[in-house]
């Protein structure tokens, strides 16, 4: 089956065919870096994480870049003597890199500053001057979007549905544009602003409008044709509209071929935003969540549905999702002190395999032993769901029932390392889609090598391994000379601390 994808230009699920057989380009609208990302960001920027993965998952090579807004009206109203504009878009900017850590967001290709590509924003807006599609008020530049006959393709917007006036400033839809819906591809700066010599006496110095530093830093270094664009769906209209309007009419052609625009994740009935002053952030939705949990409830829920978020939907996705993580750290005990070259048989180059046994590369790895036909039903149940428009909901339901298949088929009681050995590496390969980045290295170095996250992590991404691994063999001593009270003891501190033991013949199984 091959993959289709809903592009929004087209309004239609399309089969994703880009422009080189073996690569994807991808550009991301990210952060305009006057804040901290919120988890509604974290939504957006995990699907993109997702997509990248489950791209490479079918043998394509993905070049991504994500861009930083680092000039913009609020971040300079947040500028003071002593932190300027770039003080503080570089301490938002270090902030985003950090809480993508701590989210498991693996690195992409490129991080743009809008500001590193002014020589050619001001290049584009010369070019667009010069070929008709833009004109200049009192050293303000301006795109004519009547000059652009394809303008509102993209979000449903059209010219004709637009009101004179509708922006709530007649005086500057009227005096200023030629028409109401025109957008600034350069202003004038104000007084103490950053601001940038252009070379042209009509416009002279100022700084660039939004939406051409994007069409310029994706153009730069993807191309003038290239693969996705995106972001979140509040970017769609009027960012994306006006990206596609500006970079059409200036290359004569089309720009991209799909756009993809995840949903918002409501809180409370409401978006999450900063104006509206309902945000939770990364490092606070994390003090009592792991990644894993947080990455499991937003693949669980279609990117082009809003997410409803609460804490009591967390917990009970989590509650779900530990079904899972509960076998694979058995499995992983169970492999703990098994001899796994016994369990090793020479693999087959993916390119010399059938055309359906290709996909993923290491898909002969899982089809063996007791388990075989499970994992086999399971892997093409996976790639159906996410090749129809990333269907998350239905890859998870995959892994649920895949899990109880094994349940039912006595997982927990084989003797069998190698049958062992195929599920836990199905199981971890098909999580890491996900940015679940649970293998051991020990037991799936290949698959570590991709993580995002240092292999051996907890998964919860919380550290205190250490610490956890003493109490409970403090614990273990205590049960063998019977001094249960102290055994007790050190249960309920555990519990107290949200770890949860369980006493196994293999020994004690601890899990957060």
């Known amino acids: 089956m091959a ?12 089969e994703f065919i880009p422009a080189h057989p073996r690569v994807v380009r991808i550009y991301t609208c990210g952060l305009t870096v006057y804040a901290p990302m919120h988890i509604g960001h ?3 920027y995990c699907f993109w994480d997702n997509f990248r993965r489950y791209l490479e998952y079918r043998g394509y090579h993905v070049v991504s870049v994500i861009n930083y807004t680092d000039i913009d009206d609020r971040i ?14 570089e301490a938002m900017i270090a902030r985003f890199r950090r809480d993508g850590e701590l989210l498991h967001l693996k ?10 590509f002014v020589p050619e924003q001001i290049e584009m807006v010369a070019a667009l001057i010069e070929k008709g599609h833009a004109y200049v008020v009192n050293g303000e530049v301006f795109f004519d979007v009547t000059s652009f006959e394809h303008y509102g ?15 709530g400033r007649v005086e500057e839809d009227v005096a200023r544009k030629r028409h109401p819906a025109d957008f600034t591809l350069w202003k004038p700066s104000g007084e103490g602003q950053p601001s940038w010599r252009t070379g042209h006496e009509a416009w002279p110095a100022g700084r660039p409008g939004w939406h051409i530093e994007c069409s310029a830093m994706s153009s730069t270094l993807l191309g003038e044709h290239f693969d996705v664009h995106g972001g979140a769906v509040d970017n769609l209209f009027p960012h994306h509209e006006n990206e596609v309007a500006q970079s059409e ?18 809180l409370r009935g409401e978006k999450m935003s900063k104006s509206l002053g309902n945000v939770v952030g990364v490092p606070e939705l994390l003090e009592n969540r792991s990644y894993d949990e947080v990455r499991w409830f937003f693949a669980a829920h279609h990117y082009r549905s809003k997410l409803p978020y609460s804490e009591e939907l967390l917990e009970q996705s989590a509650a779900g999702y530990q079904k899972i993580a509960r076998l694979v750290s058995v499995l992983a005990d169970r492999l703990s002190g098994a001899d796994l070259n016994a ?73 069998d390392p190698a049958s062992q050995l195929a599920v836990y590496r199905c199981l971890t390969r098909h999580l890491g889609v996900f940015g679940i980045e649970t293998a051991d290295p020990g037991l799936y170095p290949e698959l570590c090598a991709e993580y995002a996250g240092a292999p051996g992590k907890a998964a919860g991404g919380r550290g205190g391994d250490q610490v956890l691994d003493r109490l409970l063999e403090l ?15 050190i249960r309920d501190l555990l519990n107290e601390a949200g770890v949860e033991v369980e006493d196994t013949p293999e020994g004690p199984r601890w899990s957060v």
């Open 249 to 266: 009419a200036l290359f004569g052609r089309p720009w991209v071929l799909y756009w993809l625009h995840p949903e918002h994740l409501d």
């Open 343 to 415: 369990a090793e048989a020479a693999s087959e180059y993916a390119s010399l395999r059938p055309e359906e046994q290709r996909i993923p590369r290491f898909r002969q790895r899982y089809e063996t032993g007791r388990y075989a036909g499970q994992n086999s039903r399971f892997l093409d149940r996976f790639a159906a769901a996410m090749d129809d428009d990333l269907n998350g909901p239905q890859a998870v339901a995959a892994l649920f029932d895949l899990v109880n298949e094994l349940y039912a088929a006595g997982i927990e009681q084989c003797d």
């Open 76 to 89: 300079m109203a947040r500028a003071d003597d002593q932190n300027g504009c770039m003080d503080v878009a």
């Open 42 to 44: 974290a939504r957006t």
């Open 3 to 14: 993959l289709s994808v809903y592009n929004t230009r087209t309004r239609s699920k399309q």
């Open 107 to 116: 690195e992409y290709a490129a991080y743009t500053r809008a500001t590193d």
């Open 153 to 167: 393709e993209l979000s449903g917007n059209r010219l004709d549905q637009q009101e004179v006036g509708a922006s």
């Open 475 to 489: 614990r273990r001593q205590a049960r063998e000379q019977r001094d249960f009270a102290k055994s007790d003891a």
